[in-house]
T-cell receptor
Framework: DADVTQTPRNRITKTGKRIMLECSQT?????MYWYRQDPGLGLRLIYY???????NKGEISDGYSVSRQAQAKFSLSLESAIPNQTALYFC?????????????FGPGTRLTVL | TQLLEQSPQFLSIQEGENLTVYCNSS?????LQWYRQEPGEGPVLLVT?????EVKKLKRLTFQFGDARKDSSLHITAAQPGDTGLYLC??????????FGSGTKLNVKP
């Protein structure tokens, strides 16, 4: 079984709808991240959390919110989706004191906003 | 403006050729990572370099961190079709946050 799972894997929605992307991990890591990937722009950090009570904005948090329901779960919400939020979204985890700061990525969610 | 510039953006070569991918910045990073991403999957870490001038080898892949810790390169010797993918560099700043480059898409033809 995958260590970092994301649901759904694909989602098509309409402008103005509320969308939630979910991430679960079985690695026992305390740190979790949400990134979006756009062609030609690499991965950009949306939000990150270093433990259950810690939530921090990344480079591009406007239009997004997150919830860390448990150490293993980190969800990303788009309150009112817009077309320029069409992208590939990745969740990642890492461990405090992990030495090389390795981030483990989920398989991604492809979101299309019409 | 990208904090980390990767070049080239695209590279298509024949099996057996050598190649180098570059990751450049005007900023200093405490460490730099290289990832490879295949279609439909998330990025997978290849290496982390920490010390200026550091060189690390992973089979046919050689990674170098610039002396000033502002740039890095990835050299692949005798590329194989299995090396095909998107190569991403990521520089660490401000505790445990990373800036990612825009990636180099490599295609190795048999």
């Amino acid at each position: 079984d995958a260590d970092v799972t994301q649901t759904p894997r694909n989602r098509i929605t309409k402008t103005g709808k509320r969308i939630m992307l979910e991430c679960s991990q079985t690695k026992g890591h305390d740190r979790m991240y949400w990134y979006r990937q756009d062609p030609g722009l690499g991965l950009r950090l949306i939000y990150y959390s270093f433990d259950v009570k810690d939530i921090n904005k990344g480079e591009i948090s406007d239009g997004y919110s997150v919830s860390r329901q448990a150490q293993a779960k980190f969800s990303l919400s788009l309150e009112s989706a817009i077309p320029n939020q069409t992208a590939l979204y990745f969740c990642a985890t890492s461990r405090t004191g992990g030495g090389t700061d390795t981030q483990y990525f989920g398989p991604g969610t492809r979101l299309t906003v019409l | 403006t990208q904090l980390l510039e990767q070049s080239p953006q695209f590279l298509s070569i024949q099996e057996g050729e050598n190649l180098t991918v570059y990751c450049n910045s005007s900023s200093v990073f405490s460490s730099l990572q290289w990832y490879r991403q295949e279609p439909g999957e998330g990025p997978v870490l290849l290496v982390t370099v920490v010390t200026g001038g550091e060189v690390k080898k992973l089979k046919r892949l050689t990674f170098q961190f610039g002396d000033a810790r502002k740039d890095s390169s990835l050299h692949i010797t005798a590329a194989q079709p299995g090396d095909t993918g998107l190569y991403l560099c990521a520089g660490k700043y401000n505790f445990n946050k990373f800036y990612f480059g825009s990636g180099t898409k490599l295609n190795v033809k048999p």
